[in-house]
């Protein structure tokens, strides 16, 4: 089975703070994706990446940044943490057709 | 860029009956439709999907149907139990280089009382 695992369960910075989470899996896979996960909004695609140091911008990029030196860690950046960006943040990775998804980093900025 | 509508926003039911949940999208394109389940606490899950060129495809008592011309797809839980009690999202991938992106719905609670 593929594993996606993300850093942190939960984080709580304060406003301004530069935010890094981690995502790491370990089947060799191309494509990796950052969504974020907000009740009554679904699934939102922030960033992904289809190679290392390729990186595509998603649906709602602003505030954050995105990195890939190696095939197996894609790692999400926000430059100035806001609290708007309290959120839970999902890492996934692309085996075949469908992700495999990590378990989350729940995310607070205060 | 691909639109995916979700509803409902909430379904209640009771154990036995069935459920169903409708999703549409906006991209004719887009050619693969997975469903997620989600929960509380963990990760989404897939729990199954279809492809464009398939119409309908069953898993023991979920099932979902394609309709291209309309642009719909919905997912079918038959014979509810309490455990199928979760965040369900739809999702749909677009045509074109999308590097398999994957556009989600809103979101549907489902809530299955025994």
């Known amino acids: 089975d593929v594993k996606v695992t993300q850093s942190s369960r939960y984080l709580v910075k304060r406003t301004g703070e530069k935010v890094f989470l981690e995502c790491v899996q370990d089947m060799d896979h191309e494509n990796m994706f950052w969504y974020r996960q907000d009740p009554g909004l679904g699934l939102r695609l922030i960033y992904f990446s289809y190679d290392v140091k390729m990186k595509e911008k998603g649906d709602i990029p602003e505030g954050y940044s995105v990195s890939r030196e190696k095939k197996e860690r894609f790692s999400l950046i926000l430059e100035s943490a806001s609290t708007n960006q309290t959120s839970m943040y999902l890492c996934?990775?692309?085996?075949?057709?469908?992700?495999?998804f990590g378990s989350g980093t729940r995310l607070t900025v205060v | 860029g691909e639109n995916v509508e979700q509803h409902p926003s909430t379904l209640s039911v009771q154990e036995g009956d069935s459920a169903v949940i409708k999703c549409t999208y906006s991209?004719?394109?887009?050619?693969?439709f997975p469903w997620y389940k989600q929960e509380l606490g963990k990760r989404p899950q897939l729990i199954i999907d279809?492809?464009?060129?398939?119409g309908e495809k069953k898993d023991q008592r979920i099932a979902v149907t394609l309709n291209k011309t309309a642009k719909h797809f919905s997912l079918h839980i038959t014979e509810t139990q309490p455990e199928d009690s979760a965040v369900y999202f739809c999702?749909?991938?677009?045509?074109?280089?999308?590097?398999?992106?994957?556009?989600f719905g809103q979101g549907t609670i489902l809530t299955v009382h025994p």
């Open positions: 999702a749909a991938r677009g045509g074109g280089t999308s590097y398999g992106k994957l556009t």
């Open positions: 991209d004719s394109a887009s050619n693969y």
């Open positions: 279809i492809r464009s060129n398939v």
């Open positions: 996934a990775s692309m085996p075949n057709y469908g992700y495999t």
